[in-house]
């Protein structure tokens, strides 16, 4: 599986952005995909998940403001990023996860700056 991401860049705080992730190769393959940011000199974390079934988890923090969602003819997932806060500021990664522990896929990471 090899997963593009996309749509990063450089937004004022309260703005939006939306990021893309297309993935290719075996993707029957994947059960859920989510969304990662790392952030300068701290531990990435998970922002946003979606199951094949269209189950959906968020991290508290983003919970309201950005939204996962999937378009499965595009074979692309999109995390919407609403009311921006400089506290977003990160590297935002593609993942996608199969069905056992070495299935697990990353794509190169999109930088996302918001200013205050």
């Known amino acids: 599986v090899q997963l593009q991401a996309s749509g990063g860049g450089l937004v004022q705080a309260g703005g939006s952005l939306r990021l893309s992730c297309v993935a290719s190769?075996?993707?029957?393959?994947?059960?859920?995909m989510h969304w990662y940011r790392q952030a300068p000199g701290k531990e990435r974390q998970m922002v946003a998940g979606?199951?094949?079934?269209?189950?959906?988890a968020y991290l508290p923090s983003v919970k309201g403001r950005f939204t996962i969602s999937r378009d499965n003819a595009k074979n692309t997932v999109y995390l919407q990023m609403n009311s921006l806060k400089p506290e977003d500021t990160a590297v935002y990664f593609c993942?996608?996860?199969?069905?056992?522990?070495?299935?697990?896929?990353w794509g190169q990471g999109t930088l996302v700056t918001v200013s205050s």
């Open positions: 979606i199951l094949n079934g269209g189950s959906t």
């Open positions: 993942n996608a996860d199969g069905p056992g522990p070495e299935d697990d896929y």
């Open positions: 190769g075996s993707i029957f393959s994947i059960v859920a």
